[in-house]
């Protein structure tokens, strides 16, 4: 009888974890916050190739953010996934909160930080920081109309029209 009580305590509360699911990391805890969010609001998903075919198993976080040399091309012309390990070392914490809020070039969705509390920006800086250099620089942006050495993938339709950096 006592094995049975325990066996359906321990599948309660297992089923009490499943149901909770992933908690945000408290504010105070930036370089965590910062993964979830980096994890949670899609910048791996075109800043580390690799993650989101392989649902985010795959590399290993030493390799997040290190840019994309995958051209993305639109009407806009070609950009390309910028290495956030590198641009990261290059600013400060204000600077990041700046630079975070003025428009980029598609498909980069530059309203998403725009619109992320100063703690949520605040974090994915503390959490980038922390991880530290890594990788190539990307290749520089191409006009519309110039032609680049790298593969593309052809945007299926213009995203809302931004301002250019
Ligand atoms: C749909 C693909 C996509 C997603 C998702 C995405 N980015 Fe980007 N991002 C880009 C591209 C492409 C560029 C380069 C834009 C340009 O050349 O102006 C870029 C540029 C940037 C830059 C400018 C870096 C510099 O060179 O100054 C920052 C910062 C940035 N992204 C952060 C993020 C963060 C943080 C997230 C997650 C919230 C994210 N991005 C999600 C595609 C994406």
Known sequence: MFRIAAAALALF????ALAAGPQRPADTDLVNLGRYLVKTTGCNDCHTPGYAPSAGATPPEAQWLTGDAMGLQGPWGTTYPSNLRLV???LSEAQWLERARQPM???MPWFALR???DTDLKAIYAFVRAAGPAGQPAPAYAPPGVAVKTPVVRWPSPPPTTASK
Do not use: Y
């Open 13 to 16: 509360a297992s089923t009490v």
């Open 88 to 90: 990261m070392q290059t």
């Open 105 to 107: 070039r598609p498909p």
């Open 115 to 117: 619109d992320m509390s």
